[in-house]
């Protein structure tokens, strides 16, 4: 998923459904709900305001891991 350029975002309060489409939680939902059996570990990340909770099933170490492989990847796609 891209982020959204916020600079071309219109000067008016801007909710979620401006940065986020919605569908892409139904279909990320429906794509992890399809693959749970295959699944061998998982981590999700949920974003509140400056809360920020996640869970999953991996060791500390490998949820670090994983989340460095996605880092990198993020970082690699560049700018928008």
């Given at each position: 998923?891209?982020?959204?350029?916020l600079?071309?975002?219109?000067?008016?309060?801007?909710?979620?459904?401006?940065?986020?489409?919605?569908?892409?939680?139904?279909?990320?939902?429906?794509?992890?709900?399809?693959?749970?059996?295959?699944?061998?570990?998982?981590?999700?990340?949920?974003?509140?305001?400056?809360?920020?909770?996640?869970r999953?099933?991996?060791?500390?170490?490998?949820?670090?891991?994983l989340?460095?492989?996605?880092?990198?990847?993020?970082?690699?796609?560049?700018?928008?």
């Amino acid at each position: 998923m891209k982020v959204k350029n916020l600079a071309k975002l219109p000067k008016r309060k801007v909710t979620i459904d401006d940065l986020l489409d919605v569908s892409d939680i139904s279909e990320a939902a429906a794509e992890l709900d399809k693959n749970k059996y295959e699944l061998d570990e998982f981590f999700l990340i949920t974003c509140k305001g400056d809360d920020v909770s996640w869970r999953g099933n991996a060791r500390k170490s490998r949820t670090i891991y994983l989340m460095e492989l996605v880092k990198k990847a993020i970082l690699e796609d560049g700018e928008d």
